[in-house]
C-alpha cells in the first residue's frame, strides 16, 4: 500500500525571503490560489509578526484558501504565537509552525543559553500554540547539524505536550543524504510517541542536496516534505517541490505518492518566477526551458524514434509543450529533417543533403537555427535549383 507524503509549501514564506523576491498582498493572493489548486497539503502564508504587511496578506490568505491547511511561522516566543493565531484564525484548518534552534552551534553561540533552557522553551511554544490550534507543528532549527540524542530528548518532549508534526530542518544544507536518512530513521526507532505524528523535511540545498536529502528522509520515516516551487530559497534555495513530486511519481519502487496535480507545475513555475522576478535557470529539473530540448545528434535521433531514449518524464504530464529539437551545429540529418517538416517542407534524400551541408556552416555561425532560418535555407537551396 502506498503511502501519502504531504506536501509542505513553504513558497510564500522561505521562499519570499530571497532578496528582490517580495511580494504585494495582491500577487501573494495570486500565487497562494495556485498553490492551493496544485493540491498542496499545507501553506506556509508567511511570518505574521515580521511585519504589518505579513500579518494582513496571511490572514488575506486564510480566508481565502479552500483546501490546504494555512500555516504561520513564529519563533518560540508567546507574542509571536499570539499574532500568527489571530493571522490563521479565519482558515479552514490551520496550523502553527514554532521552534527554536537546538545544535550546540545554535544554542551556545546564537542563543547564547543551555540545552535545559532552549528544551524548556521548546515544550513552552508547543504548550502556548495548542491554547490557539490543534495542529502545532514544532521545529528544531540546525536539525541537520544536531546532537541526535539531543534531539531525540526535544523531539519526545514536544510530542509530549501537543506537537501534531515535527519538523527536521537541515537548516544550512550541511547534510549529506545518508546522514540525514540516518537522522529520521534515528528518531523513529528512538523517540516515543513519534508514530503518532508527522516527521517533515525541510531541506537547504546550500550544497545542491537539498531534494536528495528530502529524498532520503522519505525514505526513512519522513511523510511531509517542506519544499518551494522552483526550489527558491534563502541563500541557495530550498527543496524543489517539483523535483520532489516528480521523482516519487516516476519510481515505482518508492512506495509513496503526493496529492500534487502535476500537470499545473509548469504553469505554476512560470507564475513564481514571474511574480517574484527570479527567472528559472534553464537546466532546472522538471520546469527549466532545456529540460525538455535536444541539440545533440545522437539525442535527437533517439528521441524521434522513441521520446523514453532520452526522455522519462512526458513533459505533456508536467504541463510543457513538449520536446523541443533544437537546431545547432551538433544537430544531425533526422533533427533537421524533422524540423524543416514542421514547417511544411518535404524533401527527398538529396534535396536534405545539400540543405544539411548548408546548414552546418549556417549553424556554426549563429549558433541556433530557427524556423525562419530553415525557411530561407530551403528557399535558397532547394526551391531555387527546383526552379532552374
Known amino acids: 500500500m502506498a503511502e501519502k507524503i504531504k506536501i509542505f509549501d513553504t513558497t510564500l514564506r522561505d521562499g519570499e525571503q530571497v532578496p528582490g523576491?517580495?511580494?504585494?498582498?495582491?500577487?501573494?493572493?495570486?500565487?497562494?490560489?495556485?498553490?492551493?489548486?496544485?493540491?498542496?497539503?499545507?501553506?506556509?502564508?508567511?511570518?505574521?509578526?515580521s511585519s504589518p504587511a505579513d500579518f494582513d496578506s496571511v490572514k488575506s490568505i486564510a480566508e481565502q484558501t479552500q483546501h490546504a491547511i494555512v500555516c504561520g511561522l513564529t519563533r518560540?516566543?508567546?507574542?509571536?504565537?499570539?499574532?500568527?493565531?489571530?493571522?490563521?484564525?479565519p482558515a479552514k484548518r490551520a496550523r502553527i509552525h514554532t521552534g527554536i534552534g537546538t545544535s550546540d552551534l545554535h544554542?551556545?553561540?546564537?542563543?547564547?543559553?543551555?540545552?535545559?533552557?532552549?528544551?524548556?522553551?521548546?515544550?513552552?511554544?508547543?504548550?502556548?500554540?495548542k491554547k490557539y490550534v490543534e495542529d502545532v507543528e514544532f521545529y528544531a532549527e540546525d536539525a541537520?547539524?544536531?546532537?541526535?540524542?539531543?534531539?531525540?530528548?526535544?523531539?519526545?518532549?514536544?510530542i509530549k505536550v501537543g506537537a501534531t508534526v515535527i519538523n527536521i530542518p537541515d537548516t544550512t544544507g550541511y547534510c549529506l543524504p545518508s546522514h540525514f536518512?540516518?537522522?529520521?530513521?534515528?528518531?523513529?526507532?528512538?523517540?516515543?510517541?513519534?508514530?503518532?505524528?508527522?516527521?517533515?523535511?525541510?531541506?537547504?540545498?546550500?550544497?545542491?542536496?537539498?531534494?536528495?536529502?528530502?529524498?532520503?528522509?522519505?525514505q526513512n520515516g519522513a511523510t511531509q516534505v517542506e519544499c518551494t516551487i522552483n526550489g527558491i530559497g534563502e541563500r541557495a534555495g530550498n527543496t524543489s517541490l517539483e523535483e520532489v513530486v516528480m521523482i516519487i511519481r516516476q519510481h515505482e519502487d518508492l512506495p509513496y505518492f503526493t496529492d500534487i496535480n502535476v500537470q499545473m507545475l509548469t504553469e505554476i513555475s512560470h507564475l513564481v518566477a514571474h511574480k517574484m522576478n527570479m527567472p528559472v535557470q534553464a537546466n532546472k529539473a522538471i520546469?527549466?526551458?532545456?529540460?525538455?530540448?535536444?541539440?545533440?545528434?545522437?539525442?535527437?535521433?533517439?528521441?524521434?524514434?522513441?521520446?523514453?531514449?532520452?526522455?522519462?518524464?512526458?513533459?505533456l504530464t508536467?504541463?510543457?509543450?513538449?520536446?523541443?529539437?533544437?537546431?545547432?551545429?551538433?544537430?544531425?540529418?533526422?533533427?533537421?529533417?524533422?524540423?524543416?517538416?514542421?514547417?511544411?517542407?518535404k524533401l527527398?534524400?538529396?534535396?536534405?543533403?545539400?540543405?544539411?551541408?548548408?546548414?552546418?556552416?549556417?549553424?556554426?555561425?549563429?549558433?541556433?537555427?530557427?524556423?525562419?532560418?530553415?525557411?530561407?535555407?530551403?528557399?535558397?537551396?532547394?526551391?531555387?535549383?527546383?526552379?532552374?
Open 181 to 218: 536518512g540516518n537522522k529520521i530513521k534515528y528518531l523513529k526507532e528512538n523517540v516515543t510517541g513519534v508514530h503518532k505524528v508527522d516527521l517533515s523535511a525541510h531541506c537547504h540545498n546550500d550544497l545542491g542536496l537539498a531534494t536528495a536529502n528530502a529524498i532520503a528522509a522519505v
Open 348 to 388: 527527398n534524400k538529396e534535396q536534405l543533403e545539400e540543405v544539411y551541408q548548408h546548414f552546418l556552416v549556417l549553424a556554426d555561425e549563429i549558433s541556433l537555427v530557427n524556423d525562419e532560418d530553415l525557411k530561407k535555407l530551403v528557399a535558397d537551396y532547394v526551391v531555387t535549383n527546383i526552379d532552374s
Open 21 to 49: 523576491c517580495q511580494l504585494n498582498k495582491e500577487d501573494k493572493l495570486i500565487v497562494a490560489k495556485a498553490l492551493d489548486n496544485l493540491g498542496v497539503d499545507i501553506i506556509e502564508a508567511g511570518f505574521p509578526i
Open 76 to 89: 518560540a516566543i508567546e507574542k509571536d504565537i499570539d499574532v500568527a493565531a489571530e493571522a490563521i484564525k
Open 287 to 315: 520546469v527549466g526551458s532545456n529540460a525538455f530540448a535536444h541539440s545533440s545528434g545522437i539525442h535527437q535521433d533517439g528521441v524521434l524514434k522513441n521520446r523514453e531514449n532520452y526522455e522519462i518524464i512526458d513533459p
Open 144 to 158: 541537520g547539524r544536531t546532537d541526535n540524542e539531543f534531539l531525540a530528548r526535544v523531539v519526545e518532549e514536544v
Open 318 to 345: 508536467v504541463g510543457a509543450s513538449g520536446s523541443s529539437i533544437v537546431l545547432t551545429a551538433r544537430s544531425g540529418r533526422h533533427a533537421l529533417n524533422y524540423r524543416i517538416d514542421k514547417i511544411g517542407v
Open 107 to 129: 544554542v551556545f553561540s546564537k542563543l547564547r543559553t543551555t540545552r535545559e533552557d532552549v528544551l524548556e522553551r521548546a515544550v513552552a511554544a508547543v504548550k502556548y500554540a
